[in-house]
């Protein structure tokens, strides 16, 4: 459909426009069309159910007396004034009439053409604040549209079957209001929007719905079948695209003729109850854009998340809200999320090459150039304060999710720890420890976790060591390790009373204590490169 809406003529009508749909209508079989207007349908529907494309027909505006215009020439017409364009359509209950019910004060609107509905959506787009490079425009009509789609469609079968115009034709191959709407209005919105209709994260939400259940909608429908089955106990239907049409099919046979009769009267009755248009809601929105990057975090007293006990503030600050207070603003979203490959106690610095991290914002008014991603990053790594630092800060799309959760269970992590031992440490401790390599623990869910932990006991993986003398002591060291990620750092090298074994003190046979702790790697790729 794209090709053929991308082929059409410009978003605008003018007089040949209209003379195009007059002709358009008149080349349709005109006792049907004028069938189709005396049980109340609207000139766009009769369009779609011809199965009519162009949206330039679409998009005209239908005077009442449009039709009568039309067939001002036509032999098939007694009173060409009867033939009004319905005020509400009985089959799209107002849809392609750009009439509707509002959704707040149940107010009727009309609007006079596509360009007047498309006129009000774009203001409306405006109003809330979007900056848009595109749009997706999604329409949800009520099932009783579908539900009038069929009865109408019935009705046109048991009329026109013989013919040989109608032979050609089924219901699939009409186009359903949801898509003719669309059909409608795509151009128009590009226009006015000055962007193109695209898959991107700009949405615009028609949700058309009808005060009657679609529960007493099928009971009636099904009142009509059932009334049919009964006088005639047999399914004579011709056709062979599927139990429900098929149930609804004639023959020719006199029974057939009495089922028409029935229907006929079913459809009177079933679309005389429809005489007021659907309620429309409107909603523009963005799907959620995620910023990606890698942060570090140079204080001891800053969390990752927000961290309040009790109404009580944990350390100064959290990476989180770093991060989101500065990311909100500039695409004035109405909030954000904050994930993170893992996490690193409040007291535990991030440095080296930082931890990958994704700011989820939903429903952005705007979405920043790269190029001011940028500059929010230098912003941020100025912040007065130094608590935390940005790496590769960009747009990312949502696949980034899975990439950031895809390496965290195997990702390896390096630390920095600043380590007491009760004994001093000989060289052949150092190397002892330098030596080995993928070495198995054994880790119960440490002490200081179990409030919160259920008590498991994991395997773990410790790659590698190796101690850093400090200059002028001998109780004091640096560890370098690396470890499968997952490790509790702190408990590997004190031990937590026995619970994890061996740890660096049983290895050694001292008693260890860590003081300080940084991660200085994660080793992941993502977002690892600007
Ligand atoms: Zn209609």
Redesign the pocket.
Known sequence: MATEIAKASPATVNGDDVGALYDVVRALPSHAVIELFSIG??T??ILRLFGVRESVHYRSPLSPSTLSSVFSDSTDLDNHSSLREPVV?R???????FTYCEDKDKKVVRKESADGLAGYISDLIREQGFEIDGFSLEVSIPPVILENERIVWDHMKTKYESEHWFQERSLPECIS?KDALKISLTETLETKLDCKSSIGTFRIRLTYTYPISSKTVENSVEGCHGSKRRKTGTHNGLDTRGDDIKRSGFSTSEAGSLQAIELSKCLKLRLEQTNEPCCLEFLCYRTQIYFGGRYLKYSRNVSQSCWIIDDERMGEASVEEIMGSNILPICRGDKYKFHAAGREDIDVRMLGSGRPFLVEVQNARYVPSQESVKDLQTKINNLQNKLVGVKNLKLVGSQSWDLMREGEAEKQKQYTALVWTSRILKDEDLQSISSIKDMCILQRTPIRVLHRRSPLEREKIIHWMRIERIVGSSQYFLLHLCTQAGTYIKEFVHGDLGRTQPSFGSILGTRAEILRLDVTDVKMDCFLTE
């Open positions: 349908v609207c766009r529907c359509c089959l799209c209950l107002g849809i392609l009439q209001a």
